[in-house]
């Protein structure tokens, strides 16, 4: 299936700061460009598991390969800033209603247009990219021994095409047809609890929970490599950290030191996980605007490792996050 800009970068556009990206926009009705009808209407996509815990998927980008990470906290996709020649990124046309420029973490990155963007079956047209610097997790792979990413898939593609992501069985469905009624065929449900997704106007996702008793806001961030909670949140609750040799980043953020502390029950919903072990880590940039003294406050980042190990789901179409107990 062929699609035109989809309206989240279609129409109004403003910048945020998130996890990986930040560009803010309407998900709405299909934008009125010309689309071609796919003759499934749905996309089945395997997924490849990283050494740094990350789905990737086999893409397309103007007819070259690429590899590209499902990130569920990044409200618009992106390209690495050092692939643009290779991809033939275009610069935002003068005439056009989209920013040249938008502010990430502080920073400001280019926007840049892909011609033609292939998952699988289906092909956007004209699709609005942020160029951003991915040299951390460029550094991080090469220590591996292991593909390099390419870019990331964020909610401006997942939202329209009532995305299914399943992190255990690692596999991404798209809806090819956005207009045909009805959720994905086969989908089971059975021994999995359902977690209302909220979504912010920035478009991130929140699930509401608790960190021992105490109620918290998780944002669900596939692009996380594990659970991470807010340094200054644990600090408050007095739960006891140690050190690691570890650090993480975000794009346009330094890299930080992450410690781990045991968390004696960590709720998402109704499922309860005992005797969690969890990344502690100075999240300020990505959980801003107040969000910490929030009610309930947003404590951190609920990663891939949790959402592996807890058959994690996430349903783009009904905002709703399936885990298995």
């Not at 880590?281 to 406050?297: F, V």
Request: charged letters at 20%; glycine letters at 8%; proline letters at 5%.
């Amino acid at each position: 299936m062929t699609l035109s800009n989809h309206p989240p970068l279609a129409r109004k556009l403003l910048s945020i700061s998130c996890a990986v990206v930040a560009l803010l926009a309407q998900l709405t009705a299909l934008p009125q460009g010309a689309h071609a009808r796919a003759t499934t209407r749905f996309e089945a996509l395997p997924l490849v598991r990283s050494r740094q815990n990350h789905l990737l998927v086999r893409a397309f980008i103007n007819g070259k390969a690429a590899w590209l990470t499902i990130d569920t906290g990044a409200p618009v996709s992106a390209i690495a800033v050092g692939r643009r020649e290779h991809f033939q990124l275009r610069p935002i046309a003068a005439k056009s209603n989209l920013p040249a420029r938008v502010q990430i973490n502080g920073a400001f990155n280019n926007v840049a247009v892909a011609r033609e963007l292939r998952l699988g079956g289906l092909t956007l047209i004209d699709e609005p990219v942020v160029t951003v610097d991915l040299g951390n997790s460029t550094r991080a792979a090469r220590l591996v021994h292991e593909q390099e990413i390419d870019g990331i898939i964020g909610a401006d593609i997942l939202f329209p095409t009532k995305a299914v992501l399943d992190c255990q069985r690692q596999l991404l469905i798209l809806k090819t047809d956005p207009d045909v009624l009805g959720g994905v065929p086969g989908f089971d449900r059975r021994g999995l609890q359902a977690v209302p997704i909220q979504v912010s106007d920035g478009f991130n996702l929140y699930v509401n929970g608790s960190i021992n008793g105490k109620p918290a806001k998780l944002m669900v961030d596939t692009g996380s490599f594990a659970t991470l909670l807010h340094r200054s949140f644990v600090r408050r609750m007095r739960i006891a950290t140690r050190e690691t040799p570890y650090s993480s980043s975000a794009v346009n953020l330094k890299e930080r030191g992450v410690r781990v502390a045991r968390i004696r029950k960590l709720s998402v919903g109704s499922v309860d996980i005992i005797g969690k072990e969890v990344g502690v880590i100075d999240l300020e940039g990505l959980i801003h605007n107040g969000l910490l003294e929030g009610s309930p406050p947003v404590a951190g980042l609920l990663g891939a490792e949790t959402l592996r190990r807890h058959n994690g789901i996430i349903d783009f179409g009904t905002r709703t996050l399936y885990l298995k107990r």
